[in-house]
Each structure stands twice: as C-alpha cells, then as structure tokens.
C-alpha cells in the first residue's frame, strides 16, 4: 500500500524537477527523498522519472502517476479538514510569499497575535516585490496585489486594497495643497514615477471618472523600479505620490506624509490569496487564509 508520505514527496520532486530542491522544502534529507522514489518505481514495476545531471524530468507514466497523486492528496486533505476540530492549534511548517510593504508595515506587526494562538506553526516569510513561482521555489501559499495572470493558478480574492493620493508636508508647503484636478496644473505640481520596467510608457495622475478610471499627465522627472523607494521619494518631497494604504498608513498618522485629494483616489489594488494546487488547502494554509483576511479587512476599499 502507497502511503500518503510516500505520494507528497514524489509530487514535490516532479513538481521542482529536483531532489534536492524537493527535500530542502519539505526539510528532509536529499536520500529519503531519492530512497521514496525508488521504492514506489519498484512497488508499481515503472520508471517514473528521467534523471539526468541537470534535472529531473516525469516519464509518460509519471505523469499519470503524478495526475493521480494530487487527486489522492487533496482528497486526503479535505477529509483531513473534515474532522478536524475547529481551534486545534496547528503545527509544522508554512511557507510564504508577499510583497515587502505588506509584511513590514502590516502582516508583520500582527504576527505575534497568530503565534499566541499557534505556537507550533513554523513559519518562513518571504517577502519580495517580484512573482515568485509558487511550484519551483516551494511556497505553500502566497499574497498576491494586482491581477491574477496565471490560469493555472488558485486565487481566492481577499478584497481590494485602497489607493490613496499623498505627498509631504516639505512639498506641500512649497507647491500649495491641491483640491481639484485643475489645481494640480495651476500649482505646478510634479508626480513621481514608479515602474517595475524601465523604458515602457508611464501612466500619468489617475483619478476617477463616472465609468472608470483615467489618467492625467503630469510632469515628473523621477522614475523608481522599487516600491521602497519610491515611496521614499514621496516622504522626501520630491513629489506627489500614489500607493496603497497599507504602506501608507502609519507615514499618515505621524504626520510625515499627507493624503490629498482623497475624493479623487485611484483604482484599488486587488489582494489574492494563491495557492498552486488544491491538495495545497491544508489546515494551516486555510488558517492563515482566514487570519490574513481579517488583518487586511481594515485597509480595504
């Protein structure tokens, strides 16, 4: 008999196309993960991998048989869920990924709150500003802002995270505060840029109209491929600024930056929770699921 152990490391190695990548997230040794494979090639008289000394490939029947593990383990997992009981503390580990203003402004702080409930759950935060790839690089779940591009995929929206208008006090005290779209030219205002690739066409000053939303040109001499430092240029005056709440929020209470034209904000920034596959929906992924929905309830539009 094939056991469930014996199925989520195969499914890890193919997925990775590495035993060593494999065994590492899973926080095994390379040689049980290699043990693992042999046997089940053994038990059911198939190869199920090509292994070469660059990567690791599935064969024609690994593919069936992978298939098929990842049926057997999101069934296991939602039988699992299925009686557990609700509160349980949870154990092992959670991996992670989401944007770096997120978990420094907002997740982080909130941590202490899931580990008193949790206090064996292992977790390991990544928090990064480009598309991690959920299969190669491991992650049981990650925070996604913005669209959803991968069809492959499994998203669940959190909500909308809400975009707000913002500059400093330096700035505002050189240029005058702005209350209408007119005022931002009348003023010479000046906006800062931020891109995640240098040379593609920017996006002016967006705003609201009655069927969506537009954009006004606006000069700006500054482009920034880094969230971090973009909204450091704000706070250092160098211009008009538009970003999400959840960075924001704490520079607004202290008084470093300030939100203008708040009747006119931009589009807010849609929040998924992604995970890759459904055998991924364990115990703690739905925990952590349902816990990071109420820490960003607060910031949603």
Not at 102 to 127: F, W
Not at 161 to 176: C, E, K, V
Not at 217 to 243: C, D, E, R, W
Request: charged share 20%; with cysteine; proline share 5%.
């Amino acid at each position: 008999m094939i056991n469930l152990d014996a199925l989520m490391i195969f499914a890890r190695i193919a997925e990775m196309s590495s035993f060593s990548r494999a065994a590492e997230s899973l926080g095994i040794q390379k040689g049980r993960a290699s043990m693992v494979v042999r046997d089940l090639e053994r038990m059911l008289g198939v190869a199920l991998l090509h292994r070469t000394t660059r990567c690791v490939q599935l064969t024609e029947d690994g593919r069936d048989f992978y298939s098929r593990a990842c049926d057997l383990l999101a069934e296991a997992a939602e039988l699992q869920s299925l009686f557990a009981g609700n509160g349980a503390p949870l154990r092992g580990k959670l991996r992670v990924d989401m944007p770096t203003e997120l978990a420094q402004h907002v997740v982080v702080p909130a941590l202490p709150t899931l580990m008193e409930l949790h206090p064996e759950l292992e977790l390991e935060i990544s928090s990064t500003d480009r598309r991690v790839d959920l299969v190669q690089e491991g992650f049981d779940c990650v925070i996604r802002l913005g669209p959803i591009v991968d069809e492959n995929l499994i998203a669940r929206s959190l909500g909308h995270i809400r975009m707000i208008n913002a500059a400093s006090p330096d700035y505002l005290a050189r240029f005058g505060t702005p209350h209408t779209l007119d005022d931002l030219h009348r003023q010479g205002h000046r906006m800062v840029h931020y891109t995640r690739a240098f040379g593609t066409r920017l996006a002016g000053w967006e705003y609201p109209v009655a069927d969506g939303y537009a954009s006004l040109p606006l000069p700006g001499t500054m482009k920034f491929n880094s969230v971090q430092a973009y909204h450091a240029a704000g706070l250092a005056g160098i211009g008009l600024i538009q970003a999400g709440y959840t960075a924001l929020a704490s520079h607004i209470e202290r008084g470093s930056l300030v939100e203008i034209l708040p009747h006119l904000r931009p589009e807010p920034l849609p929040a998924s929770f992604v995970v890759a596959h459904r055998r991924n929906l364990s115990d703690s992924v739905r925990a952590f699921m349902n816990w990071i929905d109420g820490v960003l309830k607060p910031y949603f539009d």
